[in-house]
């Protein structure tokens, strides 16, 4: 089995654990374990790199290098994990 940190991009793995591992560790932990999150966890990883991304832009609302990181981490991870919203 694969788990959701090795699906990712080698050079994003750190990035996730970093930012998932520090902001929900009870998260990292369930989904490091898995193959795939569940809906409701990739929501959570959803709002946490969000923030995390929102939390780096600079002037003009430009991301910084960190920021533009995260942003490409989080559409690896929507990319392999979209998120089903249900009408």
């Known amino acids: 089995m694969t788990s959701v940190l090795e699906s990712l991009p080698v050079e994003m793995r750190s990035l996730?654990?970093?930012?998932?591992?520090?902001?929900a560790p009870e998260l990292f932990a369930?989904?490091?374990?898995?193959?795939?999150?569940?809906?409701v966890e990739?929501?959570?990883?959803?709002?946490?790199?969000?923030r995390e991304f929102t939390c780096n832009l600079g002037p003009a609302y430009e991301p910084?290098?960190?920021?533009?990181?995260?942003?490409?981490?989080?559409?690896?991870?929507?990319?392999?994990?979209?998120?089903?919203y249900e009408c």
Not at 42 to 50: E, F, G, M, Y
Not at 70 to 78: A, R
């Open 16 to 23: 996730f654990e970093s930012i998932v591992g520090l902001r």
């Open 30 to 39: 369930a989904i490091s374990n898995c193959s795939s999150p569940t809906q």
């Open 42 to 50: 990739r929501v959570a990883v959803l709002d946490i790199l969000s």
């Open 64 to 84: 910084n290098q960190y920021g533009k990181d995260v942003d490409e981490l989080l559409g690896q991870f929507l990319l392999q994990w979209p998120i089903r």
